[in-house]
């Protein structure tokens, strides 16, 4: 073989052996990656103490607010959480209606900012942030009875309260 053969023989060894030896293959199996996750539940909750059946009910009273259930709320959203209220809103004996607003104060003896009919008596009541399920609230309901003597008898209602995380 002549030299000149050999040294191209021996070159393009070289070269090919380099090639290979820095070839992105040539560093397979020296870095990796793991994906990882999980989720989290939600702890959203709300509880109502049994709602007060002595609301005074007497006569020409001009908007009367009165307390009527203590809550307690919270979830582990940071945004917070957001309250909805909904019923007939109406104290009712079957005969004669008195209606009623509804608000939310905050904590446990706080009188509301605003009262609001059903779906909206929440308003204000949007937490913004993670609280713990038993932060302390209170549901009040506002309402008149300036217009005169009310039908005599039992006046009930219901007010249903829902919460949902933001």
Do not use: E, H
């Amino acid at each position: 073989m002549s030299k000149l053969i050999r040294r191209a023989l021996i070159a393009s060894g070289l070269f090919i052996g380099t090639a290979v030896a820095f070839s992105p293959t040539a560093f397979a199996g020296t870095t990796a990656s793991a994906t990882i996750g999980g989720n989290v539940t939600s702890t959203i909750a709300i509880t109502a103490s049994t709602g007060k059946a002595n609301v005074d009910l007497a006569p020409d009273q001009n908007t009367v607010a009165v307390k009527v259930s203590d809550l307690a709320m919270g979830t582990n959203s940071v945004a917070g959480l957001t309250l909805t209220t909904s019923g007939t809103f109406n104290l009712d004996n079957q005969r004669t209606t008195i209606p009623f607003l509804v608000g939310v104060g905050v904590g446990a003896t706080n009188a509301p900012v605003n009262y609001g009919a059903s779906g909206n008596a929440a308003s204000g009541i949007d937490t913004g942030a993670a609280a713990a399920p038993n932060t302390p609230y209170g549901l009040w309901i506002q309402y008149s009875t300036a217009t005169g003597f009310q039908d005599p008898g039992a006046y009930g209602a219901t007010i249903n309260l829902s919460v949902a995380d933001n």
